[in-house]
């Protein structure tokens, strides 16, 4: 099978954020949310909702973002069907491109071998037409990726998403991380 994308189950888009750090300006170095379908032929329906925060008090610490990815994934040929939610454990953006990675916490259909793993997403922030990208790319589907994947790692955003389907928004980090480990 393919690369199976996987989205939210449920559609719908992210809930805003109420009385978080998303909601009170000043309080936050980097977000990326929505909710977007991608680019798919009939029968094959991928959703993606995106609810990551970095605190301004963490802006030295991508690791410390917090929030949620849900994703689903149901095609007709090959038959396929699933999806996961995954807490967020990492956030970088870089003007309106962001990664984020989180550890999937629960998973349907042929997503539950993914309990667990770590993935990535990366978002290309281009208003109607979104680009997208995702760690599992290569494998197939996230059941598949290394136990040990890092933290805020993904593919390059090569996929596109559905124009009305939804829009994903990057909030760029008000400054570049810090510390010994942003060296190169």
Known sequence: MGAAFLA????????PATGSAASRPGREAAALTGTAQLDRRPGDEATVTL????????????????????????????????????????????????????????????LTGAVGKRIGVTVHDQGKHDRFGYSWAMVGIPNDLPDDMPKCVSAAPFDKTRPGSGDLHVRPMDQRPGGARARL
């Open 8 to 15: 939210p189950a449920g559609g719908g888009g992210a809930a």
């Open 51 to 110: 609810d990551a925060h970095l605190d301004a008090k963490d802006r030295n610490d991508p690791g410390a973002a917090h929030g949620t990815i849900k994703i689903s994934h149901y095609m007709e040929h090959p038959k396929f069907g699933g999806s996961a939610e995954a807490r967020v454990d990492c956030l970088l953006t870089g003007g309106k491109v962001a990664t984020v990675s989180a550890v999937i916490t629960k998973a349907e259909g042929g």
